[in-house]
């Protein structure tokens, strides 16, 4: 007799947590980027920052809860099908710039001040994003080994500390080494990683909450035991 073929695990929620993923991912590197604000803060006083800082750590937090429940391997996936959207995006924000403009248009040099981004940001944040993102999923897998499944905590703060800081090591010399002054560049970075992980440690509990309701409807809790941890593959 010949083997049946084994299915492939489906999943209820998987789809929409990559939708959403991606999403996120996009709206932080499309609308983000380009508004530097500025808040006032008690005993410190004016804090400027760039706005996308409110979006880009939600796609950590994304990351963690798709390697915790469904693998290293499942989360490949999604980190290439947002890697290809912003590829995509970068593309065609580039070449919507370049079109000519009607002479009855009036937005073209606002047009270009939002999604006019020089080709080396746009390398830079899509390198960051593929290093940074496979770090924080790997250092979670392993993480989890290691802790026997206990203590998501250390796995999930571990995971951004390492993922955030490979993130923001890569992106800012990459962005605007050799643009800005170099004591500017570490200072930014400095500023926007603490602030990166502190959002992700502010965020814990409602990561231990959709962890734990993720578990329970999809009924998995997988653990890569004998997963192949390179990047370039897109099995499950």
């Known amino acids: 007799m010949n083997a049946v073929a084994q299915q492939p695990r489906t999943y209820r929620y998987y789809d929409f947590i990559l939708g959403a993923f991606v999403c996120v991912l996009l709206c932080s590197n499309l609308i983000g980027p380009a508004k530097v604000a ?29 390697t915790e429940v469904y693998g290293y391997a499942r989360a490949r996936r999604v980190i290439w099908s947002g890697l290809i959207a912003l590829v995509f995006a970068s593309l065609m924000a580039t070449v919507v710039v370049k079109l000519p403009p009607a002479a009855s248009w009036q937005g073209q040099e606002a047009y270009e001040q939002i999604f006019g981004q020089t080709p080396r940001i746009v390398f830079a944040s899509i390198t960051a994003f593929f290093c940074g993102e496979f770090a924080n999923s790997y250092t979670l897998a392993k993480m989890k080994l290691w802790t026997q499944g206990k203590a998501l905590w250390t796995r999930v703060v ?31 970075l400095a500023a926007n990683y603490t602030m990166k992980v502190l959002w992700e440690i502010l965020a814990t509990p409602l990561t231990y909450k959709v962890v734990a309701a993720l578990k329970r409807a999809e009924n998995e809790d997988y653990y890569d035991r004998d997963t192949k941890f390179t990047p370039f593959s897109l099995r499950n």
């Open 158 to 188: 571990g995971s951004t500390v390492i993922g955030e800081g490979v993130d923001s090591l890569v992106f800012y010399p990459l962005a605007f080494l050799g643009v800005w002054k170099t004591e500017d560049v570490l200072a930014v």
């Open 38 to 66: 500025e808040v006032h803060l008690p005993l410190i006083g004016d804090f400027k920052f760039g706005a996308g800082v409110l979006f880009f750590p939600i796609s950590y937090i994304f990351g963690d809860i798709l």
